[in-house]
């Protein structure tokens, strides 16, 4: 698994990355409307990456105050859209 929450639980305090897998963090803000399949193709045709490699894309709000995070596991797409705190 590209990540989980820490202590096993949803709500976790922490989401880790098992060790090899890369996270990759977009530097221009995004459109936040987007869901788990706007941010796929956003890392296909402008990033140029998979999103299907088990690598952590991580996403901006246009004011820098929110995250978006996709990862893929190797069997579902995870897509955390919520508001992280700056």
Known sequence: ???RC????????M???SAGVKVMVATKPV????G??????????QLRHDPFTGTIFV?????ADRLKILAWDG?????WPHAFAA
């Open 36 to 45: 788990a399949d706007g941010l796929a193709a956003l890392v296909r045709e």
């Open 6 to 13: 820490i202590a096993g639980r949803e709500g976790g305090d």
């Open 1 to 3: 698994m590209a990540a």
């Open 75 to 79: 069997d579902t797409q995870a897509h």
């Open 59 to 63: 996403f901006r709000s246009k004011r």
């Open 31 to 34: 459109d936040f409307r987007k």
């Open 15 to 17: 989401i880790a990355a």
